[in-house]
């Protein structure tokens, strides 16, 4: 019996070491972890105008992306992420300040008045500084202007002047491309150079590009890869000629366009997003040859999508199908799991306070977006998010949006570009992803519900009784006058 006692209370010794020892161990591994995460680099990689599903990682059946692909298949992919304005300026104020625009009222690129960030906002890039972080930003698209206040807190803040395009209506414009490929490529160049002689600095970089874009404009190898049926005529057609065209379908239609026109269009776009990935895969590769890919959070982004899918949009700003608003979002890190779809919802309001939570930095700011660090550590096995809802807006107002991770409402403020004249639409994109089927009239429980969760959203910010002092602002000098004849230029 006494034997017996011993060899007891020596097991629960046993016992009792190793519980000691794996606390220790896990506390230890967590400041070893937030240690590390406190010198880890910053890269924000995004892309302009890429839709989700014409990657390969999110299912596309066309090989579109294949750099992305093998990088992101060691990420973490989220397949449920949101930008609340599909246009680009707005998207990247959400995601650089984690406000939404009914708070920030940034809802447009607007031609008829910039709304910058307040200075007193405290950025993505102003609160890295004073982290000690080295800041700096690779832009191509002329909405990130010095206007908008997006530059504050970069060290270095490098924009190709307007956008890489030659205006559309100039004879000058040859069957050789619109896009001037040789300053955006020189430009891209320069950025990845930069992170070879910086890959020794604390840093935050951000490089963002403006293909895929319109006008399409891949190169010649690239121009019907993805649909050998149009390379007779696009030999036929000048890239003039294809953006003329293309301007005209890029408004609201009162009546659908043809699927050839949309399948050629198509075919060009996904060229545009082949090319982008060869710079992506570019970027990705310094990233690794300088190892900083072992001491760095990556995120890869797009500002928002492009509506061509109800054969009445050929454009982003003025829809919210998802077409316009569901955007990818992939982010790699030494810390945690690779290779997970993660379904939780998110919009790009979120990313701000996420990025804050993994590399472990405090902040006073208050944010609407909410933190999924949590999906981050778990994986996969959190899929189940802290926001019950995503909110988009239309530039300038014309529509609201509320999606609960199942149902999406719609509503329109006015009888601007409405799809059948409806006003109001509700769709279960469970079942209707293409949201193509209005079922306001037959789900009343969830229209009344989600109708009134954005009327008191809206309420509750006075958003759009806001709007008409916002587009009533004038530009006040000639410089930015300029900034806005060359953006029109460029389509908008």
């Not at 006073?364 to 981050?376: A, K, P, R, V």
Request: net charge neutral; hydrophobic share 35%.
């Amino acid at each position: 019996m006494i034997i017996m006692k011993k060899a007891t209370t020596f097991l629960l010794l046993i016992f009792a070491v190793i519980i000691l020892c794996l606390i220790l161990f896990y506390l230890t591994k967590k400041i070893i972890s937030e240690k590390q995460a406190q010198s880890f680099n910053l890269i924000l990689i995004s892309v302009d105008t890429l839709r989700s599903d014409h990657m390969g990682i999110y299912g596309y059946d066309k090989d579109t992306t294949p750099n992305i692909d093998r990088w992101a298949k060691e990420a973490q992919v989220f397949t449920n992420a949101y930008t609340v304005v599909p246009a680009t300026y707005p998207s990247f104020a959400a995601l650089m300040t984690g406000h939404n625009p009914f708070k920030s009222k940034i809802d447009s690129n607007r031609l008829e008045g910039i709304v910058p960030i307040s200075k007193k906002t405290a950025t993505l890039a102003t609160v890295l500084k004073k982290q000690g972080y080295y800041t700096a930003g690779f832009v191509t698209n002329g909405w990130l202007n010095k206007y908008t206040n997006i530059s504050m807190g970069f060290n270095e803040y490098n924009l190709l002047e307007y956008n890489p395009y030659d205006d559309v209506n100039k004879n000058s414009v040859s069957n050789k491309g619109i896009l001037n490929k040789k300053d955006y490529e020189k430009f891209l160049d320069k950025s990845i150079e930069w992170i070879g002689k910086n890959k020794d600095k604390k840093m935050f970089l951000w490089i963002h590009l403006i293909t895929p874009h319109a006008p399409y404009d891949p190169p010649e190898e690239l121009r019907c890869a993805f649909n050998n049926a149009y390379c007779d005529l696009f030999s036929k057609e000048t890239n003039q000629e294809l953006e003329q065209e293309r301007n005209v379908l890029k408004g609201c239609s009162d009546k659908s366009l043809d699927e050839i026109t949309l399948d050629k269009f198509k075919t060009l776009y996904d060229g545009s997003v082949a090319y982008t990935d060869r710079w992506i895969g570019k970027i990705i590769k310094k990233i690794e040859d300088t190892s900083l890919d072992k001491k760095s959070l990556v995120i890869f982004y797009s500002d928002h999508g492009e509506g061509f899918d109800h054969n009445y949009y050929f454009f982003h700003g003025t829809v919210l199908y998802d077409s316009s608003t569901k955007i990818p979002l992939i982010i790699k890190s030494p810390f945690y799991p690779k290779g997970q779809m993660i379904n939780t919802l998110v919009d790009n309001t979120d990313i701000l306070p996420t990025i804050y939570s993994l590399l472990h930095i405090s902040t006073n700011d208050t944010f609407d977006g909410i933190s999924f660090s949590d999906s981050l550590n778990n994986g996969i096995k959190s899929n189940n998010s802290k926001k019950k809802y995503t909110f988009s807006v239309s530039t300038d107002a014309h529509k609201a949006s509320v999606y609960d991770g199942r149902y999406k409402y719609i509503s329109s403020l006015d009888n601007y570009c409405l799809l059948n004249s409806q006003t109001e639409e509700l769709y279960d994109l469970s079942k209707d992803p293409k949201e193509l089927d209005n079922i306001v009239g037959r789900n009343i429980p969830t229209y009344k519900q989600l109708k009134k969760v954005l009327r008191d959203k809206l309420t509750t910010y006075n958003f759009f009784q806001s709007i008409p002092e916002i587009q009533n602002q004038k530009l006040l000098d000639t410089e930015k006058q300029e900034l806005m004849n060359k953006l029109k230029s460029f389509g908008y």
